[in-house]
T-cell receptor, first 112, second 117 residues
Framework: GQQVMQIPQYQHVQEGEDFTTYCNSS?????IQWYKQRPGGHPVFLIQ?????EVKKQKRLTFQFGEAKKNSSLHITATQTTDVGTYFC????????????FGQGTILTVHP | NAGVTQTPKFRVLKTGQSMTLLCAQD?????MYWYRQDPGMGLRLIHY???????AKGEVPDGYNVSRLKKQNFLLGLESAAPSQTSVYFC????????????????FGPGTRLTVL
């Protein structure tokens, strides 16, 4: 089945530093989604990328979809303690119609 | 709207016991999903449903059964619980993937933390 690799597994940063997590697939994706899960909480949808080379911004968060639609990244500028949590990419495509394949997630810790 | 709700929130079982987890959604979503989340493993799909009366296997279906008798409810059953099924279980729902603008964005419930001793 479809596999999605997400790195790094953990990231510790000082407040104010930047943070990036990467997602890679061996197959072409129809779209990729990003979710955030706060400690003790449930995954919450952040954004969906559909077009090749697409870049979307939400305040300090920048999301990119690769030209070949096989990779994606989430970049946070000047992290804050409220950014703490696990960030998941989730891929849709191929024979997995209606299903998402989640990456392993990146656990972000922000030290004040 | 309550969104996606799950009951119970916590449960402790002994090996061999059975239980049913209930998921309910009030968004009129066609698709519903059951995931388990384990440290370092992300979210793994157990079973899913594309509509009332239909179910399908996901990535890790063994030891679980599901039913979707009503569009708004999706039940996950463990017939004979094992310690390997200790996990956090999340239910999610979505519109049909072809729905314009909504795509296949999934909405998650708060989760059920299950411990099997």
């Amino acid at each position: 089945g479809q596999q999605v690799m997400q790195i790094p597994q953990y990231q510790h940063v000082q407040e104010g530093e930047d943070f990036t997590t990467y997602c890679n697939s061996s197959t072409t994706l129809s779209n990729i989604q990003w979710y955030k899960q706060r400690p003790g909480g449930h995954p919450v949808f952040l954004i969906q990328l559909v077009k090749s080379g697409e870049v979307k911004k939400q305040k300090r968060l920048t999301f990119q979809f690769g030209e070949a639609k096989k990779n994606s990244s989430l970049h946070i500028t000047a992290t804050q303690t409220t950014d703490v949590g696990t960030y998941f990419c989730a891929a849709a495509g191929g024979t997995s119609y209606g299903k998402l394949t989640f990456g392993q997630g990146t656990i972000l810790t922000v030290h004040p | 709207n309550a969104g996606v709700t799950q009951t119970p929130k916590f449960r402790v079982l002994k090996t061999g016991q059975s239980m049913t987890l209930l998921c309910a959604q009030d968004m009129n979503h066609e698709y519903m999903y059951w995931y388990r989340q384990d440290p370092g493993m992300g979210l793994r799909l157990i079973h899913y449903s594309v509509g009332e009366g239909t179910t399908a296997k996901g990535e890790v279906p063994d030891g679980y059964n599901v039913s979707r008798l009503k569009k708004q409810n999706f039940l996950l059953g463990l017939e004979s619980a094992a310690p390997s099924q200790t996990s956090v279980y999340f239910c999610a729902s979505s519109y049909h993937p072809s729905r314009r603008g909504a795509g296949d964005t999934q909405y998650f419930g708060p989760g059920t933390r299950l411990t099997v001793l």
